[in-house]
């Protein structure tokens, strides 16, 4: 094919605020984990798919499957949808305690 550009499991963004590896970011409608640290505006490769442990709201429990939001505002994942943005489902349950603050989402890669 001469119109193939890449696989695009990773594609290079504009972080819209500074990241560090690891960290959740939103550009537009396209959700992803930060593959290394970035400032604001500068550009970070970011993963798209895969399942990575991410800061989630505490104090909320998580069930298998259940589908997971981006809280774009507090930058952590939440079951919340009320505007936020669905980039994954659970893979492990979380229980609710107020440090219960890391949840393992499987990114869902579409938007």
């Known amino acids: ?6 696989p ?4 290079t963004l504009t972080a819209p605020y500074a990241v560090t590896s690891g960290d959740g970011l939103l550009v537009g409608s396209i959700f992803g984990v930060a593959a290394g640290d970035a400032a ?11 399942v990575f442990d991410l800061t989630k709201v505490g104090s909320q429990a998580w069930t298998v499957g259940a589908k997971v939001y981006w809280d774009d505002t507090n ?15 659970a ?3 979380v229980a609710n305690g ?3 603050t890391i949840g393992r989402v499987r990114l869902n890669a579409s938007f």
């Not at 949808?81 to 489902?89: A, H, K, P, R």
């Open 98 to 100: 107020a440090g219960d």
């Open 1 to 6: 094919m001469k119109n193939y550009v890449q």
């Open 91 to 93: 893979v492990e349950a």
């Open 8 to 11: 695009g499991n990773t594609i």
């Open 40 to 50: 604001s505006g500068e550009p970070v490769e970011t993963a798209l798919v895969g």
């Open 75 to 89: 930058k952590r994942t939440t079951t919340v949808s009320t505007d936020n943005t669905l980039i994954g489902v």
